[in-house]
């Protein structure tokens, strides 16, 4: 297997919606995977997500099951609130990094199980936190689970998930996974409340921003892959390269998420838009348009984004200033920037075909349109 | 050193102020303190607990530089909150459980230092998630941290320092400490929430009151003395005994916090009463009251605390019913059941002058007025 190819540069001006479709094009066409891993090497589905997942169906199947058994309690509340979120969709990003990252480095046995239950359980609490400051009525297409089962045990259901990711990995009992997951863990709070303190505040910049991410984010994508390697004994420099591809993949990942929120794509499909917007985020969309814009589209940003002053037509007029600046297709070019930084964090490790189908994860995160 | 003190049973029907008072001047007698571990042995206030933190004083003077260090970022709000709650006037009951534990198991080094300042971490997050839950305003007789801060980051920071507690537990690399405290935070969780479900419902009997204030406030005292006994090395049933005292004299403690919101000494001390009551709480006084109540009195019963359609004038009526059936008095004699408890594990611990000041704090717990 040779270098992995990079993410290449597209049309900056071109209307999202083709380049991401352009994107998904490129990326979606058979990979080389030479030999599975773990699973069935004849079923590999376009989409690379679908493709890892595949690849580690068995190891997954395994993580599903502790995720389920672990999630248990004597108190009702918890079970039936944590299998909603755990259960509603979720792609299982981050704990198929852990699992990816193990196998890639020839771990043989099962510590990897356990510990991506526990970055998924990291994940999980954040998300039912994150719901509950964000006061969101959605999550992935379906009532979020303060909604649901409002913000009190959305809360402390956190909580217990958060403690319980810990029980699992004192099971493993490596110190170093637990200094590692514990450190993400500190950070993603920190990106949390850095992103709280920078809402609807137009002075956020981008470093500030790419701040907000690397911690929110790519923390967690950074320690999910990072455990991977520790498990398997590996060199200093792997268990590095895995990390820094995780830290470059999450950056990208929150960059295609933040464009998402404003994308015809997505408008496409039915989904909602707009949603950071109404909340007056400051996301690189919205800043790489401030910056650009004119006095009186400043004072639009200002007015929508920091007073929340917002009539219906408003989303449309920001998403005109975007087209207008290339504000979205800038924000996919710095995730193409991010990409290519993770796949060169790939090719410092060996041949594997596990590598390439994470550098595959990698392209399918610029092209996706959900 | 001879077997220790039980705590004397009270006259059932005496007032509650009485009793507390007769209490607080039995303990409050000097006790025999014949050498001091760490401080200055004349040092001996009258309240238990500050002559706790002045055997204690240098140590505990290090774990609050280590609190303060620890829960610095630079993101500004996070030691902003921090500090508002970690500073307003918390007893560090906890941490100081941890210290004494260590010092009279034998523990010459410092390790103790750190994991009392993470007991506190942990705490202090519960209590952060605690006062969102319950919308409080107040907390020790100020502003609560959401009330100042919004409760966006109030969840926010209490994610924080549970993430840094684990931080602080990894630096001290005990796999057995980690066990120990994750598995108490997520019993304390399982509390939080079972109190949550039990909240304006009559149907929680005694047996679930204790299931809840067992989890939600005693797992910690249990874990924060284990810790002690642990970081010490000693056998095992020594460590047990000390997990038994702190177990005991974390639902004692509760016991007594429950009914001191009911308490007539709090209200002469100028100091807010009722809250448990507006809130809907149903606590030890109210069970007992409602189920020696008539019809009408637990049909007032279920309309003030479980339809929360209340009166000013509810809270005084209130009073007397549980003035009329004994229900703050009965509920301390539960309080003295297992305080007794508590001091009995402790004479299963080698003598030691911080065995008799750690008896002293049961003592002083049954008689507060605060």
Known sequence: MGALDPVKPLPMLAPLVESVNQASQRVSAPSPNPESVVSDPQDHPANALER???????DLAEVNTEIVSRMDSQVALIPQLASYIVGSGGKRLRPLLTLASARLCGHTAKRHIGLAAAVEFIHTATLLHDDVVDESDLRRGKASANEVFGNKPSVLVGDFLFARAFQLMTEDGSIDVLRI???ASAIIAEGEVLQLAAANDLGTNEDIYLDVIGAKTA???DAACRIGALVADRPAHEEQALADYGANLGIAFQLVDDVLDYSAAQAQLGKAIGDDFREGKVTLPVILAYAAGTETEQAFWRRTVEELDQTPEDLDHA????????????SIDRARGYSNKAIAALERLPPHPLRETLADIVRFNIGRDY
């Open 52 to 58: 890892l997942s595949a690849l580690l169906a068995d």
């Open 181 to 183: 997951l514990s450190r």
């Open 219 to 221: 923390a967690l994508f």
């Open 319 to 330: 998403l005109s200033l975007m087209a207008r600046h290339g504000s979205l297709d800038r």
